[in-house]
């Protein structure tokens, strides 16, 4: 556009247009560096993620709407997300973000990137425990690393929105280091695993910090693997103090027996033989 600086542009519409990612719309607002109002709807953007690509920091009104971001998420999710991932924004779809909205979001975030990384060292620990050899626990430890890395790629302002608010969030007693705070306590439990069979009731009990969410069928894969018993043959029992009515908390014992099939077959054998003399 003749005659026109970019640099005066203050209000950009890219609505009905055929842009897909808001990497290039990061592109065109580095060309605007006083950009301070941006409209994008009916546009093809569906990758969340890519919401750390608007153009910041003068930003502050975004609308965002009709777009296959919002129709999935939904436009109070779309909203909180961006809300905290761009700290300059005053409007949003022009309503005003209010400073409880602010702090809301930004504990939400939080929230969330904690989550993602606690599930990617929990199946970290999950498929340690699952393997034999040093350099197969050391593959297992380099490939939670680079999924700990593409998270924090995605979530750029955690570190910083989790130093603000460490204060008024409950720390996690877990083993995980300060990522892991205590909003996302509760979702994980510290357990003792330990072999009743008799070829491995001898052995040293496996000590886990697990999801709560993790299957039963899991947790009898991690034993077969630790204690070399049958997952078919494995009947899990647990103990804890206090009320078991909560089921399996933190600081419970998982026992783990194995069936013994001769044993088995002979009380069935034993079972029929009463039937049929009945």
């Not at 965002?64 to 809300?83: D, F, K, Q």
């Not at 008799?198 to 034993?223: F, G, H, N, T």
Request: aromatic residues 4%; negative net charge.
């Amino acid at each position: 556009m003749e005659g026109l600086s970019m640099t005066k542009i203050t209000n950009l519409n890219l609505n009905s247009t055929n842009i897909s990612s808001f990497q290039t719309i990061q592109l065109i607002g580095e060309a605007m560096p006083n950009l301070e109002e941006l409209c994008v709807a009916h546009c093809d953007l569906s990758d969340v993620d890519e919401l750390n690509n608007i153009p910041t920091p003068t930003l502050r009104s975004l609308r965002l709407r009709n777009t296959p971001l919002t129709s999935s998420l939904g436009v109070g999710e779309v909203r909180s997300t961006a809300i905290a991932r761009h700290p300059h924004l005053e409007f949003f779809n022009a309503s005003p973000i209010s400073e409880r909205e602010w702090t809301e979001a930004e504990r939400r975030y939080v929230s969330n990137g904690a989550r993602e990384l606690l599930m990617v060292s929990s199946s970290t620990i999950l498929s340690t425990a699952d393997r034999g050899s040093w350099n197969d626990e050391k593959a297992g430890e380099d490939e939670g690393g680079i999924e700990q890395a593409q998270i924090n790629a995605r979530h750029p302002r955690f570190q910083t929105l989790l130093e603000k608010h460490k204060e008024t969030m409950v720390s996690s007693s877990g083993s995980y280091g300060p990522s892991y705070q205590g909003n996302i306590g509760d979702d994980v439990i510290g357990l003792t695993i330990r072999s009743m069979a008799a070829s491995s009731c001898d052995m040293e009990p496996l000590r886990k910090r697990i999801p709560k969410i993790l299957k039963v069928s899991r947790i009898k894969a991690m034993c077969a693997r630790a204690f070399g018993l049958d997952i078919d043959l494995q009947v899990l029992h647990f103990r804890i103090e206090g009320d078991p009515y909560y089921g399996v908390t933190d600081g419970a014992e998982i026992l783990v027996n194995e069936i013994d099939v001769e044993a088995r077959e002979k009380e069935r054998a034993r079972q029929s033989e009463e039937h049929n003399q009945r």
